[in-house]
């Protein structure tokens, strides 16, 4: 469950987001919105042209109350919803000119975020009924980060670790630098100290073996078959939480997670993205 400074840090992320995305493209004004008389107020509808699911809204949200702190919106969907074609998504009232100002960068949080959550909602409806949770990684758009993950989440996915700095990841590199397997997680054991998570990646059965005879708990299986995926499950016998990673997608994953892993990480949730078609109308 989310606390309050959770609720609070994200609140902070969002106002970031949005100034960052207001001062470029804004800027110094917009030329194009000083067309219209300084007090005209309009009216606005957002649809959707596509099924999805839908996220963002805060964000787009703030994009048009940085503008206009007495613009009202009034919303027909909410976060993690999922929406239909031609469905109309919120009504928004305020100044012509703020409205008009907004409505790019708005959209294009609002399509950003539920390409991300629609994304997600797909692959954790293709594993259902499986013991497997959907992860996702730290391949995310440049400063949008607590952004999709929290589109992740909106689509019924997990979040791992937000960076570096809240988590340890021990790939191949870490491991050939560091002399092995043990002698990396002995040195991450004393850095984590219980307070957050260890995770190895491993490449074949030999290295499984040596991260869980030196006491790994999470370990992530890199490109490994579906034999080979299969055969980790058996051999783990539940002594560490096994994640499937390299090479996943949507037509696959129900067979990696038929495996019995317990995590699925895929990069794709948050790289490679598909914005939702969305757009605003200005009506009478």
Request: net charge negative.
């Amino acid at each position: 469950m989310t606390n309050k400074s959770d609720t609070a840090l994200l609140s902070q992320k969002i106002r970031q987001n949005v100034r960052n995305s207001l001062d470029e493209d804004v800027g110094s004004g917009d030329l194009t919105a000083m067309l219209l008389p300084e007090d005209l107020t309009a009216r606005a509808l957002v649809i959707t042209r596509q099924s999805g699911v839908l996220c963002g809204t805060q964000w787009f949200e703030e994009c048009f109350f940085m503008l206009d702190a007495g613009c009202k919106i009034t919303w027909h969907a909410n976060d993690g919803d999922s929406i239909r074609p031609s469905q109309t998504l919120c009504e928004i009232e305020g100044n012509a000119r703020a409205l008009l100002s907004a409505e790019r960068n708005a959209l294009n949080f609002l399509q950003t975020l539920s390409g991300t959550a629609t994304a997600t909602r797909r692959y954790v409806d293709a594993i259902k009924g499986t013991r497997a949770k959907i992860m996702d990684t730290r391949k995310t758009l440049p400063g949008l980060r607590d952004a999709q993950k929290y589109a992740v989440r909106m689509g019924g996915g997990h979040n791992q670790r937000m960076g570096l700095y809240d988590g340890i990841l021990i790939k191949e590199n870490h491991i050939a630098a560091a002399g092995g397997i043990a002698a990396v997680l002995e040195k991450a054991f004393r850095i984590a100290a219980d307070r957050t998570s260890v995770q190895i990646e491993v490449e074949n059965m030999v290295e499984l073996d040596e991260a869980l005879a030196a006491g790994a708990k999470l370990i992530l299986l890199d490109n490994f078959d579906i034999d080979m995926l299969a055969a980790a499950v058996k051999h783990n016998d539940g002594r560490a939480e096994l994640e499937a990673s390299g090479g996943i997608t949507l037509p696959s994953i129900r067979e990696v997670a038929e495996t019995g892993v317990d995590r699925i990480s895929i990069g794709a949730l948050t790289k490679d993205v598909e914005a939702l078609d969305l757009s605003m109308r200005i009506v009478k």
